[in-house]
């Protein structure tokens, strides 16, 4: 199960207590801050690409959308999500519970401007009923991600 990957992951740094799962769905954006008794803007959701045969996964503050202009100016290319059947397949969560943790060997990650603007932040924790707060230095060092990226717009 892929909370197991995560929770695995997050024990090496003994951090895996950290980890809260909830008795409802945290599956969206809303239904997390709902469970987490947070603001929207505040979740870290993570979306997933395709750039050639790689999965991407860019960590965006739960407020914010992809600008493709953007997108296209850093990834050389259009935006492309994954489809929901590959999702699990080429990163190891299933939609709903993606994360930037226990990701599959190959997968790239990025973190997203929109999320500086907060001291802690809630990514998912591989199911669609998990989360984990942590501040942006925690998000930089767990994430192993590869980059700042600014892909993104605020409402």
């Not at 998912?124 to 984990?132: E, L, Q, R, T, Y």
């Amino acid at each position: 199960m892929s909370i197991e990957r995560v929770r695995e992951h997050f024990r090496k740094y003994n951090m895996e207590e950290r980890i809260q799962e909830f008795d409802v769905s945290s599956a969206t954006v809303e239904l997390a801050a709902a469970a987490l008794n947070c603001e929207p803007c505040r979740i870290a959701k993570t979306l997933s690409f395709l750039t050639g045969d790689t999965a991407v996964l860019i960590v965006t503050a739960g407020d914010a959308k992809i600008d493709n202009p953007k997108y296209k100016a850093q990834f050389g290319m259009k935006a492309k999500m994954l489809a929901p059947d590959m999702v699990e397949t080429m990163v190891g969560h299933a939609v709903g519970g993606v994360c930037p943790f226990g990701v599959r060997e190959g997968t790239k990650v990025y973190l997203d401007a929109s999320l500086k603007r907060f001291e802690t932040v809630f990514p998912a924790c591989g199911s669609s009923n998990s989360a984990i707060e942590l501040t942006i230095e925690e998000l930089e060092t767990y994430s192993g991600f590869r980059e700042w990226v600014d892909v993104c717009k605020l409402p």
